[in-house]
């Protein structure tokens, strides 16, 4: 049984983290961070359509999927979905030669793929509750 609380308490801790991280850049407003994302990416070669776009999408993106593991709906695509997430992310800030943040995201992974490797001890969720999967 602890295994499975063991497990909660990780996807739980993830989400909130993730779905704080949404909500804040939503409070504060999508500008603010879209234009603080323009001036850190101003040296990077990406063009501006794709920070703006990002910036834009980000905070949604953080906010569902946040969410999602939270309840435990719909894990394993969630899982997934976070996971591809931080190579988007990873790749930015790899473009400005961030390494600290990179390191960081880099643990984020991790425990995408540690959750998603133990998958099966996802029994506190609401895919159990609504029997979606295991």
Not at 111 to 133: G, H, M, P
Request: proline residues 3%; aromatic residues 12%.
């Amino acid at each position: 049984m602890n295994e499975y609380i063991a497990f909660f308490l990780l996807r739980a801790g993830l989400g909130l983290n993730i779905l704080l991280h949404g909500l804040v850049r939503l409070k504060n407003g999508r500008s603010l961070f879209v234009n603080a994302l323009g001036r850190e990416f101003e040296g990077s070669g990406l063009p501006p359509v794709v920070t703006i776009a990002t910036g834009n999408s980000l905070p949604y993106l953080e906010t569902g999927i946040g969410l999602l593991l939270v309840c435990g709906l719909e894990t394993q695509g969630v899982l997934i979905a976070g996971c591809l997430l931080m190579f988007l992310l990873l790749t930015g800030k790899s473009l400005v030669s961030d390494w600290a943040t990179v390191t960081f995201q880099m643990i984020y992974i991790l425990v995408y793929c540690i959750l998603l490797f133990y998958l099966q001890l996802n029994r506190i969720s609401a895919d159990v509750f609504f029997s979606l999967k295991p």
